[in-house]
């Protein structure tokens, strides 16, 4: 009776395991999209060349056949403006936290507002640069950041609307800040051979060089009639407090119930003010906040097999986890060997519940989510299964009253 009993329980099991249906993969030519289109002929103002990726395949899940949600219209969503391109900047993390934050004001206030995202990237780099100082060189001075970057910026330098400060120069419609990296990082370079540690000096280079490639940004401006600061207009017309805004974690590495430290490079200034919680409540807040209007500044891994960009979605595929098997092990071994990187920050703004699957509506910033038809009304988003949110999505920006329940256990 035993060995039936046992032979029965193993029976079930194996079916269990194998229940999911296997995914396929395959080899697909790299073709141009908006990025090689569009941005590098703008940045360039030349025709586009293809170089070493004319003969490169992407690996990446087989999705046709298969019945996906990728349709803006099919999903419940908070408001948000349309989708601003970053173009050949590094900046995710401000374009997608400034969204958020623009969703935020109208759930709040129900006011419709276009923030500047180069005006927090312009006073973002003025940071890194006394860091670079004070550090005596050995703070990150690069592109990314992080989306609490944004708050607290905003709360040190006010906010200006998109249309007093658009960081385009030289007649271009998309950023690129290549050169101006390139020219910001050859300076300090020079700082640092030289042992020339004048915080003054450096800012006020690093000023002029940021002047020159993305302008001067605005000390006083007028909004309907009557004239703003940076730091009044974010006090008195856009009415949002940065202090309202938390950094929800889930990795394993660090200890759950406890604020820490979110160890990528990104987070340059060593912010230790991340709620680390355990995996299952990451995923409740991500599907009770959006569901009762709350949107977020999301962020993690995108260079994945089931990210594929001719269908929008975001899945993970069978033949890199079975769905059932994503745990906190699972997510934090990636983590550790570095497959799992803090490489792109997007907006979360809508949920879908189909056919017993949860999908989540991402607007995004970058080209890649523009390269089905860039020029349709809603292009500039994806849609991901909540198993890749799951595995490869590290932490998002949200307002605390979303996740008040939460904070009382820290």
Sequence with gaps: ??????????????????????????????????????????VSNVEAKMDEEENFKNFEMDQSGLDLPNKVNLYKR???????????????????????????????????????????IYW??????????????????????????????MAKYGVVPLSEYTG?????????????????????????????????????TIKSILNYHIGVPPTKFTVEGKEYSPKSYLSDYVKLNPNDFVEILSYKQGPYWQQVEYKVPDNWWHSKEYYNVPLDVFMEIVDK?????YSMSIGGDVSEAGFVRSTQCAVVPTFDIPADYIDEDARQFRFSNESTMDDHGMHLVGWLERNGEKWYLIKDSSSGSRNNDH???????????????KLKMMGFTIHKDAVKDILKKF
Excluded at 1 to 27: G, N, P
Excluded at 83 to 100: L, M
Aim: proline share 1%; charged share 25%; with cysteine.
């Design 168 to 204: 385009l120069k030289f007649d271009r419609k998309y950023h690129s800040h290549d050169a101006m990296m390139e020219e910001m990082l050859n300076y300090l370079k020079n700082v640092k051979k030289t042992d020339n540690w004048n915080e003054e000096q450096v800012v006020s």
């Design 375 to 389: 020029n349709a009304k809603e292009f500039g988003y994806y849609f991901f299964r909540s198993d890749y949110i």
């Design 289 to 293: 906040s959006i569901k009762e209007g």
């Design 1 to 42: 009776m035993k060995k039936f009993s046992l032979l029965v329980v193993l029976a079930i099991f194996s079916i269990s395991l194998f229940a999911q249906k296997k995914d396929k993969s395959m080899f697909k030519e790299y073709e141009a999209g908006f990025y090689q289109n569009f941005i590098l002929k703008d």
């Design 124 to 153: 973002e780099y003025v940071e890194k640069a006394k860091a670079f100082v004070n550090t005596r060189g050995k703070s990150l001075f690069d592109q990314g950041s992080e989306g609490n970057a944004v708050t607290r910026i």
């Design 78 to 120: 908070v408001w948000a403006n349309d989708v601003i391109s970053q173009g050949n900047a590094g900046s995710c993390w401000s374009y997608s936290t400034v969204s958020f934050l623009e969703s935020e004001i109208y759930r709040i206030n129900k006011t419709k507002i276009k923030l500047s995202e180069p005006y927090v």
